[in-house]
């Protein structure tokens, strides 16, 4: 091994700077280009609409998720008392079962 400090990476590309008030795109998106991959990313602005259409398709998931899981909590209480009342049958049968054996 050599003791010579290493040296910085250069960037492999420059980034793009815009500066502020001007506007990349006149639509108001910014495309971000991955120089490695030929995938692009289009970030845009969401409209208010758009933002109550997330909003409301965000509750309707938790609200769908909350109804099944209170669902299968309400589909155990009677499996529960079940198995709590044959428990306590068993036990008061027992002794009556044993003195014949």
């Known amino acids: 091994m050599t003791d ?5 990476e250069r960037p492999r590309f ?9 506007s990349h ?3 108001g998106t910014r495309v971000f280009i991955d120089q490695t991959t030929t995938e692009q990313i289009f970030v ?12 409301v398709g965000i509750g309707a998931v938790i609200a769908v998720v909350l109804v099944l899981l209170v669902g299968a ?18 036990g008061l049968l027992r002794p009556l079962l044993s003195r014949r054996g």
């Open 4 to 8: 010579q400090p290493r040296q910085p």
């Open 14 to 22: 420059e980034p793009e700077i815009i500066p502020p008030g001007e």
């Open 25 to 27: 795109d006149p639509r």
């Open 44 to 55: 845009g602005r969401i409209s208010p609409l758009q933002m109550f259409m997330l909003a």
């Open 73 to 90: 909590f309400l589909l155990w209480i009677p499996i529960v008392g079940l198995l709590i009342a044959a428990g306590l049958v068993a």
